[in-house]
Every structure is written in structure tokens, then in C-alpha cells.
């Protein structure tokens, strides 16, 4: 194994060298870029400098008024319409009726294409350099440099065009991916690659390169038995992303993993792993309809995966209108997979939103059949409810009923999971929420009332900080069935991209069972007693080094009156990942 460590560091001292050079070759599509510069005489935007800034919510336009309309309330600034909002913000005194031409003013708001611009906020400028903001929609090679496309101008990129980021470009998320994500369009800061070496037009080489340590003791809640385990696991996951235009991609993603397991009184040693985790063609507005269609291997993943977090294998279809999102698929798990079930299961997914990500609502179903001795056709149906509905605070709503059979049984359980966070004095922000699923009662064994989730889940998100973690608890970890989980949590973003949570949680059954469906724990209740127990959780996250993240989790819980067993477990684990 020392060679294959060997191996690894050189690999990573390599790339990391490759990933350093700050030019414009690393600009993509996707990214959300400043430019400042000025409109020439055909019309383009000739750009004397440009930043990469993290993915912002509004379009930017300074520049000079070029013609003011009373009649229409819409005026022209570098060329775009622009609109009223319904509600607009006027800074520093600036009106409608002060508007005049040569008035420099800064505009933010969103570009509707067809050369129209609907502001949300104005404000006077001085004299200056004028400015756009936006997304990278389209970049090839020019003359004399490179060609973009941001909200409408086309860009000229020449070689005096100054790069004016200090830190690596591979950093900073897109503003929206070209995987699109199911519910927002968001991307997934945990798995995201950003592919910062461009082999030629249209195609970039990126890669994730991670290491996991994890300690889990007392799992079984007997002190007097050795069975803690120590798990050690190394991922790289190269990418290849060929784009060559804006309505056609494909991306190629292999995960090589070393895992090596160390347990008391069990068996120790490396396992090895090769599998491709994605493998997808993606084509955008087919046929002028406005359908987007995704096939292959992909990542399935929602804003707190607690409906699905999985790469499965899929036609997918996106139609996006009117403020409307229509996501619907059909897929699978082809191949070999970690769950028998998994590989049986054919999946239908329906997942319809408000195409919002700050004030998210949608509805959603997930269809789940899998034949054979596992006779299982449960369906899930949902809605939720995510984002900022009150000031300082980010919410979340989740409900969700099961129907179908398994088994000849009748399902009929119900889930909800409801809770806020609150920044009440910045940096430091407090969260509370409470999940429940419900139980079986006996009374009937043709029916099972008992709640669970799509078994797609991962139940992983954020509170208020910057990494994400298990917020039903990361020793239980339980799936939310037969049980109700209270939720409090204080913590601080001490800088922009670092951050302490302290999470507690009070585990009680809906009612008494002998079982934990899919927890991390390996004692079981007694089925007499509900009290599971409580688990506090500590995470330390860490966002702000050049090209790498890091987290670290420690765990402890705390045994209630339903197991016999009743000494403490606990968890550590830490995790750095690199990427480029």
C-alpha cells in the first residue's frame, strides 16, 4: 500500500501545480463573471477586466441612459430595454423623472432576453468604466482571444483582458450547472468538479480527489464488547465535460476507491472499487419545445436529499416555463449496486416546482417497483416548502404520504419534518425543527402504517454553516420511520466559508418496535420502551483553502429507556477533499 499512497501524493502535488495558473483558459460556461469595459462600435463588449464571483440572483447593467420613454416607463442603457419591475428600488434619490440621457446609472435586476432587461433596483453612478454581471452562457476561441456570451452582449475577451481573481477559479461553484439539479438548478457543493484544465474547445478535465477517516465506537451500546471500527476511504473521481455548443453536452465520470477497514474482533484490510459514476448526454430545448433531455447515468439529488440522493440510470426530461419547473423520469440502478433492491427497483419520479431557489415550492412523486421475492410497490407522494419566508431566516417544510403494498400489506404511513434557522445576530444563527414518521399500531396485519422515506434519501443538508451533515444525527442516522426527532442547534460562520455547528437531537418512537429501520446503530430497541435517547453532534467546517474543504464531525449518543444496552456511543470523523 505504501506505493499506492506514493502514487497518490504525486498525483495530487501534479495536479495541483496543473491547477494553479490564473489566465483566461479557465473561464467556462457557467461561471458568473464582472466584466468591465465598454461597448464598441459593432455592438460588442469589449472587456478591460474580469472577475469570477460565487453565483449571484440578479443581472448588472451600468452604463450611460441612452433614451428615456415617459409613456412606456422603460428607458436604454448599453443597448438593453429596460423595464419596470413590479416593485422597484430607487437609491440615493434617483426617480424615474430624474432620469435623462448620459445620466450613468447601475441597474440590477434580470435580463428576459430578446434585448429586454426587468430591474429590481437603481442607483445613480459617476463616471467610470461601464459594467455587466452575469452568467457565461456560451465561450469559444476568437480572434485574438475569446468570445462569451453574458445576459445578451457578446463579450470580447482579448489578450490585454485582465483576470482580476487572486484565488483558483476551480473554487468558486457555477452559477448554474449544466447537470441541472432537480428541484433549483442548484449545485451541490459536496460533489462539484470544476474542471479548470481546458484540453480544447468545449472539453475540460477536472477532478475530485477525497479522503474519509471515521471512527465509530460503542455502535452496539456494550462497553464490555470490541466492536468499534475504524474506516479509512481515498475517492478520485476524474471528469471529463465536452460542450461543444450550449444546447448539447456529455460528461464521463469514473470513481476509483480505496477503502480500508479496521475492526476489533473482525475482519481488517483494503478493499479496492472501480465503477462509473456518471456517464450522461444532455441536450437543451429540443426541437424549439423547451424540453431538455438527460440520459444516462446522473446524479439525482435534491436541495436536502431527503427524497433522493443517488446516481441512477435515466431518461430524464425538464420543461421549464412560466415560472414553472417539470422534472419527470424514469430510471434505474443497472449494473452492480451496494443495495439488492436498488438493482431490482425501476423508479418513476415526478418532481414539479415554482423553479425558485429562494422561495422553493414543489410537489413530487416517486413510484417504486421492484418484483421478484421483494414484491414491493410502495409510492410516495410529496410537497415541501424551502427558503427564506421571513427575515434572517431559511425554513423547511416536508411532508410526505406512502401508499401501495409490499408483501400483500397495505402501506399507508405519513411523514413531515418542519424547522427553521434563524440568524439572530451575525455570524451566529440558531436552528429548530422536529421530524416525524409514523408508526405501525399492530392492529392490523394487512395494513402497515408505518412511514418511510423513498430509500433513495441520504438525509444530508446544512443549518446555517457550510458543510452539510447527517441532520437526523450522524451516530443513529436513522431512516425517518416509526419516529420523532427534536432538533435544536446553535452555530457561527466565524468567516464567509468557515463554520461551527452545535446540533442536538431527542429520539422517541411513534411506537414501541424492536427495530431501527436503517440506522447506523447496531443495538436494537426493546420494543417495550419508546425513549431511544439523544445524540449531540459538534461539526467544524472549512471552505476557504485554495482548491480543498475540509470537515470534522464528533458525535456522541446518549441510550433512553428502549435499549437494554445503555452505554454511550460516539463518532469521529474528518474529511478533506481537493478539487480542480
Not at 421 to 442: E, H, I, N, V
Not at 540 to 555: H, I, K, N, P, Y
Not at 563 to 576: C, H, P, T
Request: aromatic share 12%.
Amino acid at each position: 500500500m505504501r506505493d499506492v499512497f506514493r502514487a497518490l501524493a504525486a498525483l495530487l502535488l501534479l495536479l495541483a501545480a496543473s491547477a494553479r495558473g490564473q489566465s483566461l483558459e479557465e473561464l467556462r460556461v457557467g461561471q458568473w463573471v464582472e466584466l468591465k469595459g465598454a461597448i464598441a462600435a459593432d455592438g460588442a463588449f469589449e472587456a478591460s477586466s474580469v472577475q469570477v464571483l460565487p453565483p449571484g440572483d440578479k443581472h448588472v447593467v451600468l452604463g450611460a441612459v441612452t433614451e428615456v420613454n415617459a409613456g412606456a416607463q422603460t428607458f436604454r442603457v448599453l443597448g438593453l430595454e429596460v423595464r419596470l419591475g413590479t416593485t422597484v428600488r430607487w437609491d440615493e434619490g434617483l426617480t424615474f423623472e430624474t432620469l435623462a440621457v448620459g445620466r450613468r446609472v447601475k441597474v440590477e435586476g434580470s435580463y428576459r432576453g430578446e434585448g429586454v432587461f426587468l430591474t429590481r433596483e437603481m442607483a445613480p453612478r459617476e463616471a467610470g468604466r461601464d459594467r455587466i454581471a452575469g452568467r457565461i452562457d456560451r465561450l469559444a476561441t476568437g480572434a485574438g482571444g475569446f468570445e462569451a456570451d453574458v445576459i445578451g452582449f457578446r463579450v470580447r475577451l482579448s489578450k490585454t483582458t485582465k483576470l482580476e481573481n487572486k484565488e483558483p477559479l476551480g473554487v468558486i461553484p457555477l452559477a448554474e450547472e449544466i447537470r441541472f439539479q432537480v428541484a433549483q438548478g442548484k449545485l451541490d457543493e459536496d460533489d462539484y468538479v470544476p474542471g479548470s484544465i481546458r484540453l480544447a474547445d468545449g472539453l475540460t478535465f477536472g477532478a475530485l480527489i477525497e479522503t474519509k477517516y471515521v471512527r465509530e465506537d460503542n455502535y452496539d451500546l456494550r462497553d464490555a464488547r470490541d466492536r468499534d471500527v475504524q474506516k479509512t476511504r481515498i475517492t478520485v473521481r476524474p471528469q471529463f465535460l465536452w460542450t461543444p455548443s450550449e444546447r448539447f453536452s456529455a460528461l464521463f465520470a469514473p470513481r476509483f476507491e480505496w477503502d480500508y477497514r479496521d475492526a476489533q474482533n473482525g475482519a481488517d484490510g483494503w478493499n479496492s472499487d472501480v465503477r462509473v459514476k456518471e456517464l450522461w448526454a444532455f441536450v437543451r430545448d429540443i426541437a424549439g419545445t423547451g424540453v431538455d433531455l438527460h440520459v444516462g447515468r446522473q446524479d439525482f439529488d435534491d436541495p436536502r436529499e431527503w427524497i433522493y440522493k443517488k446516481d441512477l440510470d435515466a431518461v430524464r426530461a425538464v420543461w421549464r416555463g412560466g415560472g414553472v419547473r417539470v422534472d419527470a423520469s424514469l430510471s434505474a440502478m443497472l449494473g452492480e449496486t451496494d443495495n439488492p433492491y436498488d438493482g431490482e427497483a425501476e423508479n418513476g419520479i415526478l418532481y414539479v416546482s415554482n423553479d425558485d431557489p429562494k422561495r422553493h415550492l414543489a410537489g413530487w412523486v416517486v413510484d417504486r417497483r421492484a418484483g421478484g421475492d421483494f414484491d414491493s410497490y410502495p409510492i410516495y407522494f410529496g410537497a415541501r416548502m424551502l427558503g427564506e419566508w421571513l427575515p434572517a431566516t431559511k425554513s423547511w417544510l416536508e411532508g410526505s404520504i406512502v401508499r401501495g403494498y409490499e408483501n400483500d400489506t397495505n402501506l399507508r404511513g405519513f411523514g413531515l419534518d418542519v424547522g427553521t434557522t434563524w440568524t439572530f445576530l451575525k455570524p451566529f444563527y440558531m436552528s429548530a425543527g422536529w421530524a416525524f414518521g409514523s408508526g405501525d399500531d399492530g392492529d392490523s396485519t394487512a395494513t402497515d402504517e408505518s412511514f418511510r422515506q423513498t430509500g433513495l434519501e441520504r438525509n444530508n443538508g446544512k443549518l446555517g454553516g457550510v458543510s452539510s451533515f447527517r441532520y437526523y444525527g450522524e451516530v443513529v442516522d436513522p431512516e425517518l420511520s416509526n419516529l420523532s426527532v427534536l432538533t435544536f442547534g446553535v452555530g457561527t460562520r466565524f468567516t464567509r466559508d468557515s463554520s461551527l455547528d452545535l446540533v442536538w437531537h431527542g429520539f422517541d418512537q411513534d411506537t414501541a418496535a424492536a427495530f431501527l429501520r436503517r440506522s447506523d446503530l447496531k443495538a436494537s430497541p426493546d420494543g417495550v420502551h419508546t425513549q431511544l435517547g439523544q445524540e449531540l453532534d459538534l461539526i467544524l467546517g472549512v471552505r476557504d483553502w485554495s482548491g480543498s474543504d475540509f470537515e470534522f464531525v464528533l458525535g456522541w449518543f446518549d441510550p433512553g429507556a428502549a435499549f437494554v444496552d445503555q452505554d454511550d456511543a460516539w463518532k469521529l470523523s474528518f474529511q478533506w477533499r481537493f478539487r480542480f
